[in-house]
């Protein structure tokens, strides 16, 4: 979910508490003051400081909520219509601050780190560059439970699955992309630091 209003619609259609992250930037207090009540399993925060925000709101709840570190990678993904990373961004805590987000998280009892979340792209057509950004996500989430010193629980890629909206634009060749996803998480899945981890796909728009 990505807003107070998603999450109320989420929980009203049945959904579980332990099943939904919410994903976005500039949440209100309001906003993690619900993440908090609702207990779900992750909020992906965009920055530091809301890192702290989302701890104090805790504490005086005096409840524990997952975290997902939203992090803006160094490396550009080639292929999408709009691209996220590769720079210094507005949005998610850029790599070079990923060990400073980690141990941050880790400060605050009232915290849980979950894992890593990734969105740097849309509407990508292309196969391969799509898997590279995969794998290049996994690697910053082996990084992520090496300075945590404990496995992740959560992986997530974001979305970035090409819609043709116009004739001319050839569909995103899923089976293409989910055999090569495939392969790539099975040379991932044996590594201790990622075992019992999710892994998610934020493909809202696509799915509709």
């Known amino acids: ?33 619900m993440v908090v009540e609702e207990g779900i399993f992750a909020d992906n925060v965009e ?42 961004g507005q949005f998610g805590i850029d790599q070079s601050e990923l060990e400073e987000a980690v ?8 915290l849980i780190l979950r894992g890593i979340h990734v969105y740097t792209a849309t509407q990508v057509f292309e196969v391969g560059p799509l898997l590279e950004h995969c794998r290049n996500i996994l690697e910053i989430s082996l990084e992520a439970a090496d300075y945590a010193g ?10 970035g699955f090409g819609v043709p909206y116009f004739e001319k634009m050839a569909e995103f060749d899923l089976e293409s992309f989910g055999e090569g996803f495939r392969d790539l998480l099975s040379s991932y899945r044996s590594d201790p630091r990622l075992s019992g981890c999710r892994f998610l796909f934020e493909l809202g728009r696509y799915l509709v």
Do not use: C, Y
Not at 67 to 76: D, E, M, S, Y
Not at 77 to 84: C, I, K, Q, V
Not at 103 to 110: D, Y
């Open 1 to 33: 979910v990505a807003s107070s209003g998603e999450l109320a619609v989420a929980r009203a259609a049945g959904f579980e508490p332990g099943d939904i992250v919410f994903a976005g930037p500039g949440k209100t207090d309001d906003e993690l003051r």
């Open 47 to 88: 920055s530091l400081g809301e890192i702290d925000r989302l701890a104090a709101i805790a504490g005086q709840m005096e409840r524990r909520i997952g975290v997902g570190l939203r992090i803006n990678p160094a490396a550009q993904l080639m292929g999408s219509g709009m691209r996220m990373g590769g720079t210094v």
């Open 103 to 110: 141990r941050k998280t880790l400060s605050h009892p009232e």
């Open 150 to 159: 404990q496995p992740l629980e959560m992986v997530d890629f974001g979305g």
